[in-house]
T-cell receptor, first 113, second 113 residues
Framework: AQSVTQPDIHITVSEGASLELRCNYS??????LFWYVQSPGQGLQLLLK????DTLVQGIKGFEAEFKRSQSSFNLRKPSVHWSDAAEYFC???????????WGAGTKLIIKP | DSGVTQTPKHLITATGQRVTLRCSPR?????VYWYQQSLDQGLQFLIH???????AKGNILERFSAQQFPDLHSELNLSSLELGDSALYFC????????????FGPGTRLTVL
């Protein structure tokens, strides 16, 4: 069965430090991969997506993610976090057979001043 | 701004009541997805409509129903409300590219007292 795992429920990072949020998926074919961000009380905003081609994908707000087929991973990175990056981050996989997304449980990012 | 609108923004009601949440997708999008997000359950997929037809059901209770109208707006009806139905309800608009990209509305916060 298709699944998405975000192993870290919470991550705390100092402002200005680098960030990597992990996402692993289980899916038979090449998936469509997404990262969304949700600020408190807000809707989910699309950060970036991967469909094919270059495995390093650039997104909004200075985020990037790398698709690694051999590791079934799609980790999100940012070289230097800002306090405004504090939010919950969701990884999702497109099942592309029925236009559904399989969602990870989310990782809450806490920024230390 | 994702281009997806949801009304109302907040809704407070009593147990046993019925409410209707409304969603208008982005211009040109044919798909509408409904999600429930609560603290204990996380983001739960409820139902998916495509061009007026139901495509998939997720963890949607029998007390809940939805429809998508010819103008593509959608309504989620919640009846016999219980305290546990208090949550954020999001709709998302799915684009036409077939890549499962979803754009989320700002959500409706439902409080059942």
């Amino acid at each position: 069965a298709q699944s998405v795992t975000q192993p870290d429920i919470h991550i705390t990072v100092s402002e200005g430090a680098s960030l990597e949020l992990r996402c692993n998926y289980s899916y038979g074919a090449t998936p469509y991969l997404f990262w969304y961000v949700q600020s408190p009380g807000q809707g989910l905003q699309l950060l970036l997506k991967y469909f094919s081609g270059d495995t390093l994908v650039q997104g909004i707000k200075g985020f990037e993610a790398e698709f690694k087929r051999s590791q079934s991973s799609f980790n999100l990175r940012k070289p230097s976090v800002h306090w405004s990056d504090a939010a919950e981050y969701f990884c999702a996989v497109g099942a592309n057979s029925n236009y559904q997304l399989i969602w990870g449980a989310g990782t809450k990012l806490i920024i230390k001043p | 701004d994702s281009g997806v609108t949801q009304t109302p923004k907040h809704l407070i009601t009593a147990t046993g009541q019925r409410v209707t949440l409304r969603c208008s997708p982005r211009s040109g999008d044919l798909s509408v997805y409904w999600y429930q997000q609560s603290l204990d359950q996380g983001l739960q997929f409820l139902i998916h409509y495509y061009n007026g037809e139901e495509r998939a059901k997720g963890n949607i209770l029998e007390r809940f129903s939805a429809q998508q109208f010819p103008d593509l707006h959608s309504e989620l009806n919640l009846s016999s409300l219980e305290l546990g139905d208090s949550a954020l309800y999001f709709c998302a608009s799915g684009d036409r590219t077939g890549t499962d990209t979803q754009y989320f509305g700002p959500g409706t916060r439902l409080t059942v007292l």
